[in-house]
């Protein structure tokens, strides 16, 4: 079993100081699992770098991002840029996407 050294940190912390028990309860995690990842050489090292100065760890940086595009995001609107774009391509009526599709990979891979 893997545990958050973070956690254990903010543990003792509580015991010390009462009032960290508020950022405690917001940050704790019901459990954490380990994951393997192949990036190029050069992202890694920017990555750290970026984690470093912003005093985040890669894990917290690599979790809030897997959050954010998992978030259900129903009722988010479309960007004003994308706004601007919608409907402004005509396709024809009997337009077919999957074959569209179909046809554009099978000339790419040829």
Do not use: W
């Not at 545990?3 to 508020?22: D, F, H, K, M, Q």
């Amino acid at each position: 079993m893997l545990v958050n050294t973070s956690i254990v940190s903010a543990c003792r912390c509580v015991l010390v100081n009462p009032s960290i028990i508020r950022n405690f309860v917001l940050n704790i995690r019901a459990m954490t699992t380990k994951l393997t990842l192949t990036v190029e050489r050069s992202v890694i090292e920017k990555a750290k770098t970026y984690a470093k100065q912003t005093g985040r760890s890669l894990s917290e940086i690599i979790e809030a991002y897997l959050q954010s595009i998992t978030a259900d995001n129903k009722s988010q609107q479309p960007s004003e840029k994308l706004k601007s774009i919608i409907g402004s391509v005509k396709l024809p009526d009997d337009f077919n996407e999957e074959e569209e599709l179909k046809n554009y990979f099978e000339k790419k891979h040829v």
